[in-house]
């Protein structure tokens, strides 16, 4: 989902987008046991140790263009969550001068 230009959207969208980064956060962990148990497969010449090496390379690979994709929805949702503050406060602006 793409942010929009309604406040109340982009809001929703960032605590959905929170979530997502706890569940990436515990998802570090994982990767990191796996890139450890692969490790003690190459230390003990597992005899698969070329498919190993491939298999880890493949989830590293996987998991830093999640995360490199990650980073940029949460710029992209921070800039459209500033976007449409800037608009409100612009409208509240506005408002009280043609209020006076």
């Not at 190993?52 to 263009?65: M, P, S, T």
Request: charged share 30%; with cysteine; net charge negative.
């Amino acid at each position: 989902m793409e942010p929009t230009d309604d406040i109340e959207d982009v809001e929703i969208l960032k605590a959905r987008f929170d979530t997502f980064e706890q569940e990436m956060k515990a998802s570090n962990e994982k990767v990191a046991t796996v890139n450890t148990l692969a490790r003690g497969l190459l230390h003990n010449e597992h005899p698969n140790s070329d498919e190993v090496i491939a298999r880890q390379n493949q989830l590293n690979q996987r998991y830093n263009d999640l995360q490199s994709m990650a980073d940029g929805k949460k710029g992209k949702l921070n800039t459209a969550h500033d976007v449409n503050t800037w608009h409100i406060e612009c409208e509240e602006t506005m408002v009280r001068f043609l209020s006076v």
